[in-house]
């Protein structure tokens, strides 16, 4: 495959065929977490599974930028990382994160909880994405922000206040709000970045969101040696989180990437193959293996295997579903295109959070499906699916590497279905589209 085409074009795979087995990359969330983690450390942390991509590559350049011992083996998929306790080599520094969303909240909490001056540049793409909740958790804590073009966005410049308290010890928690209605990652930043605060932080949730990747932030911490607390006053959600808060880790694994396999588990039921995924296993602390249990609702079967979760189709059709993905909405584009070979429509809800990340998926899935002949409406969280038979056309990603991996689905039985800008899957599965074209 020629992977600098301006579009990739969808081969049609054979229906009731042998097993598909294929691996996936390491997870990105899990990388881009543990590559901070690793920086944070008290001394030299090995993080192997390493996830190489747009994203990760970004978040480690920033690392390298801000003066951090960096041993990069991308061959073996391994990165080395020498953590001074949560200080940054050097007082000033520049670092830009790309069009990566978890370098980007991630790098700003740590950053903006750190003693120097810093500036965060970003793509055009991540310009547009919401930062303002963070900052103004950050600013109450007493980071000083300068932006650069517009407020409340990416680029800034940021640090703590030179004569900030932030750093000294007064017996209790810092206490702080912060607003997740858009992105839980700005609550996982703050977590993660809580270790630079020696009285540790006492977070006051505003809004809701899906929790399963601040769950994943949560047994990271623990892995890297770091506590965090949840407690309930009343209808008021607080995390706090350990005071005196010091990373130690090694060596750590990072897991196959859960959201990459799901494109090749929604196979099954459109081609009635069974379909494992090398290295998923059912304990993994990823949300998106939640897509498994909308799965098993479209009748297939998930057997663990010592090599990784096997999912088998039922025979026949399977029916349309409702289906709340507020906790793993990823998978969103996914259940959107397979909903489209279903038996009857299908309505997904919870997922209004996803207007704001990469593009606006609610709108643009609607629109691709709708260009291709199968009906869709918009709903202001989600969007309810009819089946129909997809005609012969483009799909625009609109830049958005989850746009290209979910509707390279709607071709495996229909010819004719082009993805432009394949390359976008750069971000997070750089080889996609070769791992693809390898199944039958």
């Known amino acids: 495959m ?3 085409m301006e579009s990739y074009e969808v081969k049609p795979k054979k229906e009731y065929g042998s097993q598909i087995c294929v691996p996936v990359p390491g997870s990105k969330s899990i990388t881009n977490r543990a590559l901070l983690l690793a920086a944070m450390t008290q001394g030299e942390c ?3 599974g390493v996830l190489f991509s747009d994203d990760s590559r970004h978040f480690l350049s920033s690392l390298i930028n801000l003066g951090f011992e960096v041993d990069i083996e991308e061959d073996k ?3 080395r990382v020498r953590g001074l306790g949560g200080k940054i080599p050097k007082t000033e520094a520049e670092v830009n994160v790309g069009s990566a969303g978890t370098a980007a909240r991630f790098l700003t909490a740590f950053l903006g909880l750190s003693q120097g001056k810093y500036t965060i540049y970003a793509s055009p793409q991540m310009e547009k994405r919401p930062m303002k909740e963070l900052f103004a958790s950050l600013e109450e804590l007493g980071s000083e922000i300068v932006y650069l073009k517009e407020e409340g966005f990416l680029p800034v410049v940021i640090g703590q206040k030179k004569d900030s308290s932030l750093f000294e010890k007064k017996g209790s928690p810092r206490e702080v709000s912060v607003d997740i209605t858009k992105s839980s990652q700005f609550l996982s930043a703050l977590l993660i970045g809580a270790a630079n605060v020696p009285d540790g932080l006492k977070i006051r949730l505003v809004g809701n969101h899906g929790m399963n990747y601040v769950t994943m932030t949560q047994k990271l911490m623990e892995d890297f040696g770091g506590k965090v607390f949840e407690e309930k006053e009343g209808n008021q959600v607080f995390y706090l989180t350990e005071p005196g808060m010091v ?3 090694e060596q750590f694994e990072v897991e196959p990437d859960v959201s990459a396999a799901c494109y090749f588990y929604a196979m099954s039921p459109i081609l009635h193959r069974k379909v494992q995924v090398l290295g998923v296993h059912q304990n993994s602390s990823q949300g998106d293996l939640k897509f498994l249990n909308l799965m098993q609702r479209l009748g297939c079967q ?3 295997d010592p090599k990784g979760l096997i999912l088998s189709p039922q025979e026949g059709e399977f029916p349309g579903i409702l289906a709340d993905m507020g906790s793993f909405s990823d998978q969103t584009m996914t259940m959107a295109v397979l909903a489209s070979y279903g038996s009857s429509e299908s309505e997904i809800t919870g997922v209004g959070h996803i207007r704001y990340q990469e593009s606006d998926r609610i709108k643009g899935t609607v629109k691709e499906l709708n260009h291709l002949g199968i009906h869709a409406e918009e709903k202001e969280d989600g969007m ?5 038979t997809p005609k012969e056309g483009a799909i625009t990603t609109y830049d958005d590497h989850r746009m290209a991996m979910a509707f390279s689905l ?4 229909n010819k004719g279905i082009k993805i432009l800008d394949p390359l976008c899957c750069r971000k997070t599965f750089e080889d996609y589209f ?7």
């Open 77 to 79: 998929h391994r990165v």
């Open 302 to 304: 998930v057997q663990e």
């Open 247 to 249: 990373y130690r880790k």
């Open 384 to 388: 309810v699916i009819y089946p129909g």
């Open 46 to 48: 090995l993080v192997k």
């Open 2 to 4: 020629n992977l600098e």
């Open 434 to 440: 070769t791992v693809f074209e390898s199944i039958d």
């Open 410 to 413: 709607l071709g495996l039985k």
